[in-house]
């Protein structure tokens, strides 16, 4: 009778205050003769974990090459948390009402209650903040110029505790 052997792996993937997981579950029949044999067991169950370690790099691999880089969109040092300024055919797509790419997706409601937690806490108007930084009105932010606001309220968070304005 065949042995049966189930591996697992997950790995979460974060940017921009977004996140996707990956998993994948690889299930092979061994000799079950490998049971009276520990050390070739466990041998066959970490190629098992190897394999399936590199099926999810090669997707997680797939995932990244489909939206821009930072180099691709920021320029050769990238651009952290915030995102580069946005393009004219992309204003145009927001004034619409419409987001034509995963990058200039609707800030997440994270990002949100992040913006209204730490205007708060410096009792700043992140409607007015986001005029002044982005240029646009808090609603209308996509994910990138949600990031570049809350890079900039973290900055005045910054200046506050150090005795600046």
Not at 15 to 24: H, P, T, V, Y
Not at 81 to 93: E, I, L, P, R, Y
Not at 124 to 138: H, K, T, Y
């Amino acid at each position: 009778m065949p042995l049966s052997a189930t591996v697992g792996r997950t790995r979460k993937i974060s940017k921009n205050f977004q996140s996707s997981g990956l998993s994948i579950a690889l299930t092979a029949e061994l000799d079950s003769t490998l049971l009276t044999r520990p050390e070739a067991l466990q041998e066959q169950i970490a190629n098992l974990y190897a394999q399936a370690a590199e099926a999810m790099d090669r997707e997680e691999a797939r995932m990244v090459s489909t939206t821009l880089s930072d180099e691709d969109h920021c320029g050769r040092e990238g651009c952290g948390n915030g995102q580069a300024a946005a393009s004219a055919a992309h204003t145009q797509d927001r004034r619409d009402g419409r987001f034509s790419s995963r990058l200039e997706a609707p800030m997440t409601t994270k990002q949100s209650r992040a913006i209204g937690a730490i205007a708060s806490r410096l009792n700043v108007d992140p409607q007015a903040e986001s005029r002044n930084v982005i240029g646009f009105d808090l609603h209308r932010l996509t994910v990138p110029e949600a990031s570049k606001l809350i890079d900039h309220l973290n900055s005045l968070t910054t200046a506050a505790q150090n005795g600046g304005a």
